[in-house]
């Protein structure tokens, strides 16, 4: 026995790994952070299907490409900078049109900001402290969720984390380049969520100015160097769009004046944080789920009601795909529609494998069916209305706000923990002695607050935002606990006991949680409870017994009652099909649906389309005209699963939220005449340019539904322009 020790122990392989046993637990807690993020993705088709849309649009050409363009005709662009856009339509290039190769780039993000959150923390920390911190954001339910969808946070939060390294290191060299490289990151990451990105600049503000070491004058004037880097970098495409002329380029959505600026302040912007922070009584009033996905959802025909006359300051309550419903009045109770052969809410459940499509333009759709559920609740255009949030959850602004039950479970797990943990730290702050640690520090704190003030004031944004917390509770958190853990260890410090408080605090809390789901109680609830009492226990032991082991085995535990609940509501993710790919979130909500069996991963699962659009899009297609667009709606959110399936210019004159004026009177006028426009599609319950559905109705013929085999009672009407009508 000792011989084998003896050969174990001077074993190369075994040395190495001793040596490296660091990098060996961070590369084991990369590994789970990836396969959180990409494991079995293939199975939830393209996500959301706005951006599925645009993607396929810009593979077509370079134009499409710069201008992040909606449609391959080029005619409208989408609400978002370019940067992510961009990154998603280079993976598509290189590994064809698959909604994995669209997903990919946001989880290798999301494993890229776990091994920063690693970088950031254990030079100055040590090394337990970063595992740790890596470990907290891997676990963190609304980065997976970010991580698996082909929206854009997860590739701001890694920019935003590659800007925090350089700007660490501006702290510690006091060298202007690192600050500098840190506004340039800053910068980038506005052209990945605009606005969204300036989030941390306060807290790199207040805290440069405190703890660099250069006079105050040149900290100053370091500062007013960053912004203009920070300012030039962000505008840089901007202004390349708006010193565009507007007949060169394609239309600025949802902007009200075509202008990539408006775009900024408008509807990216000030829209965002009126309710919440200016309107009195604050909250979240209107929630919109229309582009939710599956071909009754996605394709957003039955129900759908494109905004064309929008109630004051409503229009800017939709994002990301969040369709765009009918603005009416609400009433204390939720106002849903469910679709045919739907009831109480529930999903379709039928699947389908994919079939074969034809390749337009080298581009191949492997789905024969949307990929984008709708959610439960939602009318076939998939639209809720509630007070304080509705289909979207995200409560009445306050102070609580992230408590409720439908925000804490994203990312709030940890958060008391990590408040326990700034008191932990900061308790020997001294401005006297600054020092880059306590810089580092008060930086996480700062961010922790600038969001947790946005997010609970805010007056619009969806669940998977919060990803925006992780590096900061992750991060106080990692740290923290090392400290507590070394605290523990010495007797005779009074913040020993920071430990046990911030363990049982956050159990409690926890438990009480969990309490609100039945099929919890029976197994995570006691996993948690027990393992957390445990904890504590051992915890007294080590004050009253001299053993090594108790400090260890009682950190031991309180991972486990601290991240057992986090980890299932990221396995709910991995393991169920999102309710809404517009709107994804993390939690055993998603379990009320059967999981989506396995597949291999050349292939993917298809919720069953609705008949009469499946229908619609072959009929379109068989009847299509080179040169022409395939059809013309209002809203994007009527063609663009017809885009995603054929490649088609199928275009939406009004845009992401129905009331863009990319296509005027005139100019279908125009487009009639010379051949371009040969079918319109209308929704029944349409609201938008009423001059334009008038047009239509008049000019052109209607396309009955026994001629594609749909159904009258659909709730779109399909319109043919003839050269007769065209004259």
């Not at 662009?77 to 698959?98: E, T």
């Not at 517009?582 to 989506?596: K, N, Q």
Request: with cysteine.
């Amino acid at each position: 026995m000792n011989i084998t020790r003896s050969r174990l122990g001077t074993s190369p392989v075994f040395t190495w790994i001793k040596k490296r046993r660091h990098l060996c637990l961070l590369a084991l807690i990369a590994a789970l952070s990836f396969g959180l993020n990409f494991y079995a993705v293939s199975k939830f088709g393209y996500g959301n299907a706005y951006y599925a849309a645009a993607i396929k649009s810009m593979t077509q050409s370079f134009k499409n490409f710069f201008f992040v363009s909606f449609d391959p005709a080029g005619v409208v662009m989408v609400d978002k900078p370019p940067l992510a856009l961009w990154i998603q339509a280079l993976f598509v290039m290189v590994f064809g049109y698959h909604g994995w190769a669209m997903l990919l780039p946001q989880a290798l993000a999301g494993t890229g900001s776990c091994i920063m959150m690693y970088i950031l923390t254990a030079k100055r920390f040590g090394r337990p402290a970063g595992l740790l911190a890596a470990l907290f954001f891997a676990l963190t339910p609304a980065a997976v969720v970010a991580s698996r969808n082909n929206t854009m946070d997860m590739q701001l939060v890694f920019v935003l984390l590659v800007a925090t390294f350089y700007f660490f290191k501006a702290l510690e060299t006091s060298k202007w380049r690192y600050l500098f490289l840190a506004a340039l990151f800053v910068g980038l990451g506005f052209n990945i969520k605009m606005l969204q990105a300036y989030m941390i600049l306060p807290a790199m503000a207040l805290t440069y100015l405190i703890f660099a070491r250069e006079n105050i004058l040149k900290r100053v004037l370091a500062g007013l160097i960053a912004v203009v880097i920070v300012a030039a970098v962000s505008l840089s495409w901007v202004l390349a769009v708006d010193l565009c002329p507007e007949d060169s380029r394609p239309y600025v959505g949802s902007s009200t004046d075509n202008t990539v600026m408006g775009l900024v302040i408008g509807h990216n912007g000030l829209r965002r944080i009126y309710q919440g922070f200016l309107r009195p009584g604050g909250g979240v009033q209107f929630s919109f789920g229309g582009n939710t996905g599956a071909r009754r959802g996605s394709a957003g025909f039955a129900g759908q009601q494109p905004a064309g006359n929008a109630a004051p300051g409503a229009q800017g309550q939709a994002d990301d795909g969040v369709g765009t419903g009918s603005r009416q009045s609400l009433s204390d109770t939720d106002s849903r529609q469910d679709p045919p052969g739907q009831q109480d809410g529930q999903r379709p459940q039928s699947r389908q494998q994919p079939s074969s499509q034809p390749v337009w333009g080298g581009q191949q759709s492997q789905s024969g069916a949307r990929a984008f559920p709708a959610a439960p609740g939602q009318g076939a255009g998939g639209m809720t209305m509630t007070r304080g949030g509705g289909g979207n959850n995200i409560g009445t602004a306050g102070i609580f706000r992230l408590w409720s039950k439908d925000l804490y479970g994203q990312a709030s797990w940890l958060i008391v923990f990590a408040l326990f943990c700034i008191l932990c730290l900061l308790r020997g702050l001294s401005l006297k002695k600054r020092s880059a640690e306590q810089g580092i520090l008060v930086y996480w704190t700062l961010w922790l607050f600038a969001m947790y003030i946005f997010f609970s004031f805010a007056g619009f944004y969806h669940r998977y935002y919060l990803c925006m917390f992780s590096p900061a509770v992750a991060a106080l958190s990692g740290i923290g606990f090392a400290e507590m853990i070394r605290e523990l260890r010495d007797k005779d410090s009074k913040r020993s006991y920071f430990l046990p408080a911030s363990l049982a605090a956050t159990c409690l809390i926890s438990c009480v949680y969990l309490w609100d789901y039945p099929g919890l109680r029976t197994w995570l609830l006691p996993i948690t409870l027990v393992s957390g009492t445990a904890s504590v226990i051992f915890i007294a032991l080590s004050y009253f017994k001299d053993r090594r082991f108790a400090p260890m085995l009682a950190a031991a535990l309180a991972l486990v009652s601290m991240l057992s609940a986090p980890l299932y509501w990221c396995w709910t993710v991995m393991t169920y099909p999102p309710q809404n790919s517009t709107m994804p979130y993390a939690g055993p909500e998603l379990a009320s649906t059967e999981p989506i069996p396995g597949m291999t991963a050349n292939q993917e699962t298809f919720i069953k389309s609705d008949e009469n659009t499946l229908a619609l899009e072959k009929y379109l297609v068989e009847h299509y005209k080179p040169g022409s667009y395939l059809v013309v709606s209002q809203s994007s959110a009527d063609v663009a699963a017809f885009i995603v399936d054929t490649g088609l210019p199928a275009v939406a004159y009004g845009g992401f939220l129905g009331t863009d004026n990319a296509l005027s009177l005139s100019r279908i006028k125009e487009l009639v005449s010379e051949g371009k426009i040969t079918y319109f599609l209308i929704s029944s319950k349409s609201m938008g340019n009423s001059e334009i559905s008038s047009y239509v109705r008049a000019n052109a013929s209607p396309v009955s539904a026994s001629e594609y085999g749909g159904s009258a009672s659909s709730g779109y009407s399909l319109y043919l322009f003839s050269q007769r009508s065209a004259s």
